[in-house]
């Protein structure tokens, strides 16, 4: 059975929802090990997570339903890249 942890960062201000990260695996321990790796590398994620702003649920899941990664078209590169300016 696959699996899924969805986390909600709450904003400590307002008490709302700003961030939702949803980390997908095959298994328990694949999504788990997706949840610590972003959780290593992003200074807001970590900071919610230490100070317990956060919502965590875990579900166990179909394979079939982790989505498949979108392969963005080079037009569409181009429009984000004409938005960070």
Known sequence: MAHKIVVDIIDPIDGQIKVTHTFWGRTDGEARTNYTHHLASCEY???????????????EIDEREIPEAEEAEPDDLEDEEDDEE
């Open 45 to 59: 994620f970590l900071a919610a997570v230490e100070i317990g702003n956060v919502i965590e649920e875990e579900f």
